[in-house]
């Protein structure tokens, strides 16, 4: 019997996808593991394994489709001896559900006319001129003057206001008109404003899925989340020096430590000590975490993912590069799974190697902070009260104010320098 391959949900928040590409064609022969598509998902763009064998007899969704819904059937898989042409006709489209009990059309009931609304009088100078006694004359004077007759005092006969009392009566008040609702602010208000290219030579490149989701999170990010930036100058030669020891040390496992491996284990030991900045603001509670899993920014094509690096304040440095090696290796060919770059307690983003001195990064929501690490480079430094030449980075940490204050952070941001200038500590 044929079987439907459907859009798979490839993360827990995935609705739709792109079908980036088939890597099978029809009549092509298919085992269970073996590679079918490559879909497009808001976080990255992941291959697509096949669960059962058979013969792939219809696609029916095309390569570069957009906005395939999770669940919608996308090809056919003959099992082995079954008539590929027949499981491709007999499944061509979805099958729909049972339909339900129509339940009884409700007569169409013609809607009743509102009552008409009584006219008004038009407004006339002196308010309760039914209660007012005046003159013809007094009226038309008062209507053009614009006086209020109510409150004026008739010296004709019976109270009668009469042409006379008017002079030098002041106009009363004019009751300032409503003022008119402003009409709620556009959507367009926060959208990004309409392409102009002024006659200028250009191409028009369609936004993947990925960066699509970058946009959004990022400007909700900057939106919502009140963002404190602190700075500290961060000495690396003990740090340098005791890299190259270790290298030295781990040559033979084939292992060779980076500069971002030991960094990211010195935040991962600073957020235990400084728990108050391991933290997601939910609302009207907070989350304090008890590990320290680092999401650690790695620019791919046509994005940006953050894998994971579990337990970086307890794992060795060692394991830290191991892992970071191959979850690097993995984003950037777009085979990590969901669990590998979802979640993650704080962040770390390094564009030192690009020579970029100090830069402020923003905060990957629901976390709680970012820490944006700069070159390494020869300063002029003070220490033990003389000027030397030092090797120095300016590393700048991202707090969700809402959930770290100032001085927590800036905690953490000490905790980190002592880290990173004096090493051997977060080894131990």
Not at 33 to 44: F, M, P
Request: glycine share 10%.
């Amino acid at each position: 019997m044929s079987k439907t391959i459907q859009m798979p949900a490839l993360s827990p928040t995935m609705e739709e996808g792109t079908l980036a590409k088939w890597l099978v064609k029809e009549g092509d022969t298919v085992s269970s593991g073996d590679l079918l598509a490559e879909i497009e998902t808001d976080k990255a763009t992941m291959e697509f394994e096949a669960v059962d064998e058979g013969v792939v007899a219809k696609i029916l969704v095309a390569e570069g489709s957009e906005g395939v819904k999770v669940g919608t059937v996308i090809a056919i898989i003959a099992e082995e001896g079954e008539d590929v042409s027949q499981a491709a006709a007999g499944n061509a489209a979805p099958k729909a559900a049972p339909a339900e009990r129509a339940a009884p059309q409700a007569q169409p009931v013609a809607a009743q006319a509102p009552a008409p609304a009584p006219k008004a009088e038009p407004a006339q100078a002196g308010a309760g001129k039914d209660r007012v006694k005046a003159s013809p004359l007094a009226r038309r004077l008062a209507e053009a003057k614009g006086l209020d007759l109510a409150g004026l005092t008739g010296t004709g006969p019976n109270g009668r206001i009469v042409k006379a009392d008017l002079e030098g009566a002041a106009p009363a008040a004019k009751t300032p008109a409503p003022a008119s609702v402003a009409a709620p602010a556009a959507a367009s208000v926060t959208a990004p404003a309409a392409a102009q290219d002024f006659g200028i030579p250009h191409e028009v490149i369609k936004l993947s899925g990925m960066r699509k989701t970058i946009a959004r999170r990022l400007t909700e990010s900057k939106q919502q989340v009140p963002h404190i930036y602190l700075t500290v100058d961060v000495q690396l030669d003990k740090l340098l020096k005791l890299r190259g020891e270790l290298n030295a040390g781990l040559a033979s496992r084939g292992v060779k430590l980076s500069v971002n491996d030991l960094l990211i284990k010195a935040l991962g030991v600073a957020l235990i000590q400084v728990p108050e900045c391991n933290v997601q603001f939910a609302g009207d509670q907070m989350l304090q975490f008890q590990r320290a899993d680092i999401s650690v920014a790695v620019s791919i094509p046509g994005g940006l993912i953050t894998p994971i690096v579990t337990e970086a304040d307890s794992k060795g440095v060692a394991a830290i590069s191991t892992a970071m090696k191959d979850l690097a290796s993995r984003a950037k060919d777009g085979k990590l799974k969901p669990e590998e770059y979802q979640g993650g307690t704080a962040s770390l983003s390094n564009m030192g190697m690009f020579g970029i001195k100090q830069f402020e990064a923003v905060i990957n929501p629901p976390q709680g902070m970012i820490l944006a690490i700069g070159a390494g480079e020869k300063r002029p430094f003070v220490i033990d009260d003389s000027l030397q030449i030092a090797t120095v980075m300016s590393a700048t940490g991202s707090f969700d104010h809402r959930a770290i204050d100032g001085a927590d952070g800036a905690r953490l941001m000490q905790v980190f320098k002592e880290l990173v200038e004096n090493p051997i500590g977060m080894l131990a």
